[in-house]
């Protein structure tokens, strides 16, 4: 049985593609700039906003303390008359993407590290896998981990459709590549 500490290789390199992969779609392929947009008079926005010195975190407007304050009168004026939001707000400053860059790069190695499992668990039995089977366990699993989850954002959070579907398309690509890395590397 192949253990998962010998795919150290596949689940590196794969991490590394995906990473590169991904800071191509997201800075010279530019579909996902309109991914977001502005609001009307954004310094009016930002200036009523302002004196309340939000910290970072994730906000919902309005809020209902529990299920039966949601059912109350009050409640379904405020939701009637609006507006409704999530949103969240960001520590004030320039983008710092490094943080954010090494996470990104830590979760591709996680999921690398899923698809090890997965794939070393359904090939236990199997001497020398072909290419395909290897392919087909380690980019189901690098799909459903780059992928899936990002559904539940446009079912209960409203996210556009549109945008979880060109992500769910990131998604994909990165579940092949990272399948064709194993594929390629899985050792014999």
């Not at 596949?10 to 700039?33: A, D, K, R």
């Not at 529990?66 to 939001?85: L, V």
């Not at 366990?137 to 899936?148: D, E, H, N, Q």
């Not at 064709?180 to 899985?186: K, M, N, P, S």
Request: charged share 10%.
């Amino acid at each position: 049985m192949v253990s998962i500490v010998s795919l150290w290789l596949p689940i590196l390199l794969s991490s590394v593609i995906v990473f590169i992969v991904s800071s191509i779609i997201h800075m010279v392929l530019g579909y996902h700039n309109n991914d977001f947009t502005g609001v009307p008079d954004e310094d009016g926005v930002m200036d009523a906003l302002r004196p309340f010195s939000l910290p970072a975190g994730e906000y919902v407007i309005p809020r209902a303390a529990d299920m039966k304050a949601m059912g109350t009168p009050e409640f379904t004026e405020k939701m009637t008359k609006g507006p409704c939001a999530f949103f969240t707000v960001l520590e004030n400053g320039p983008p710092k993407m490094g943080m954010q860059l090494t996470l990104w790069f830590v979760y591709s190695i996680v999921v690398g590290i899923f698809c090890a499992y997965v794939a070393t668990r359904a090939l236990a039995s199997v001497p020398n896998p072909e290419y395909l089977a290897v392919f087909r366990f380690v980019g189901f699993t690098a799909f459903v981990c780059y992928s899936v989850g990002l559904w539940q954002n446009s079912i209960w959070y409203k996210r556009s459709w549109i945008t979880t579907a060109k992500s769910t398309f990131d998604g994909l690509v990165y579940a092949l590549l990272t399948a064709g890395t194993f594929g390629w590397l899985w050792p014999s």
